[in-house]
């Protein structure tokens, strides 16, 4: 007698800096991964104590691009700053209360002439250069405080864009592939980066925040279809629910005095 393939739910964990995060996160909330170490080389996990999860492991910029594809992924971990960043047709299921930044904009500390984005754009004596990994939050950003709507021109190693109209720009956004602290002076005269609270890396690059655009943390997205779909729809909720307890033993740990 022929058996009923077994149905799996397609997940796709965070490599990089949420990993570490991700990891604690499913043991406190009794899941037991396998395969998802930072030493481990594999893009595959597996957890021990149940098999109805088909999981593998990607970087966050990716995550809520596949999760947002019909029949590629069904659920998975990214930063918001990613699923706005990509405009992906996904929807959050759980803030995660960790991978907390901000993304901000920064210049060179000696510029003391330089406090906010209209000095930026008024001291200029040439076209600003802006490095950064956020091409789409930046450019909804710039649209957002210039006067008339100036759309920055957008420069990769493949091609120069310019989204809207077809003036020359004052503003090019330049796409960064990580180290973005490092860019100005040389490179560019300011950048939008994420950061943690503490600003240790901006302040260790000689840099100070000007412009604070966004605040983000990582968060349990799904894709909309595999929320139509009872079985999985059901198994999205039991996911969520005891990650939810794992969030709640974390923050009662987190208080003063528990041992």
Do not use: C
Not at 202 to 207: F, Q, S, V, Y
Request: charged share 30%; net charge negative; proline share 5%.
């Amino acid at each position: 007698m022929q058996t009923e393939l077994q149905r799996t739910l397609k997940l796709l964990l965070p490599k990089g800096s949420l990993q570490t995060d991700t990891l604690e996160m499913f043991q406190r909330a009794g899941y037991e991964l396998n395969g998802y170490a930072e030493t481990d080389r594999s893009y595959r996990a597996t957890f021990r104590n149940d098999s109805e999860f088909q999981i593998k492991i990607s970087r966050p910029q990716e995550i809520p691009v596949y999760v947002g594809m019909d029949d590629f992924y069904d659920v998975g971990i990214t930063g918001q700053d990613w699923v706005e960043e990509t405009d992906a047709d996904v929807e959050e299921i759980l803030p995660l209360e960790y991978g907390r930044m901000d993304i901000l904009l920064a210049v060179r500390e000696e510029r003391n002439d330089i406090n906010t984005f209209e000095d930026l754009v008024n001291l200029a004596d040439r076209d600003i250069r802006i490095s950064t990994e956020y091409l789409n939050i930046s450019e909804k950003f710039i649209l957002e405080k210039t006067k008339n709507k100036i759309a920055p021109a957008i420069l990769t190693p493949w091609k120069r864009l310019n989204t809207i109209g077809s003036y020359q720009s004052p503003i090019t956004l330049m796409l960064s592939f990580g180290a973005t602290e490092g860019k100005p002076p040389e490179e560019a005269d300011a950048i939008i980066d994420n950061s943690t609270a503490s600003r240790r890396t901006i302040r260790a690059n000689n840099l100070k925040v000007i412009e604070l655009l966004r605040e983000t943390e990582s968060s349990l997205i799904a894709n909309p279809k595999a929320l139509r779909d009872p079985w999985k729809q059901e198994k999205i909720e039991e996911l969520k629910q005891t990650l939810q307890k794992g969030l709640r033993r974390r923050r009662s740990q987190a208080l003063p005095g528990h041992i």
